[in-house]
């Protein structure tokens, strides 16, 4: 075989495993946020689970559920604004829980109650 035509077989094939690759990724789940639907399917919020206070968040998207935040669009990295502020309690107090959203990473801010108050971490891949 031909040193050119060998080259062009090879440049070819890795060409194929790079598209495969790239199709697996496109094909796997790496969503950090579930949609929440309205009877009828209309996407209204997102929710996960707060890596942070260990309690659901769901952000809504649309009008008519209260507070309504902004949304990139992006499943796999959300960003939400403004931020999310939870508050509940149990049997030991009031829990915090503040945050912002941006790209799949949550960042806590310092009045939250909980342990990672001030740090930022990935949201979970669900
Ligand atoms: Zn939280």
Redesign the pocket.
């Known amino acids: 075989m031909d040193i050119k035509l060998l080259l062009l077989v090879v440049m070819y094939q890795k060409n194929l495993i790079k598209n495969n690759m790239e199709s697996e990724k496109e094909n796997a789940n790496m969503k950090r946020v579930s949609a929440v639907n309205a009877p009828g399917g209309k996407i209204v919020a997102y929710s996960f689970v707060?890596p942070?206070?260990g309690?659901k968040?769901t952000p809504y998207i649309e009008e008519g559920y209260g507070p309504k935040w902004g949304f990139n669009g992006s499943e796999e990295l959300p960003t939400f604004t403004p931020s999310i502020l939870?508050r509940t309690g149990d049997k030991n107090g009031p829990i915090v829980?503040h945050?912002f959203v941006t790209d799949g990473r949550i960042q806590f801010l310092t009045d939250s109650t909980h342990k990672l108050a001030g740090q930022t971490v990935d949201l979970n891949i669900i």
């Open positions: 707060c942070g206070c309690y968040h939870f829980c945050s």
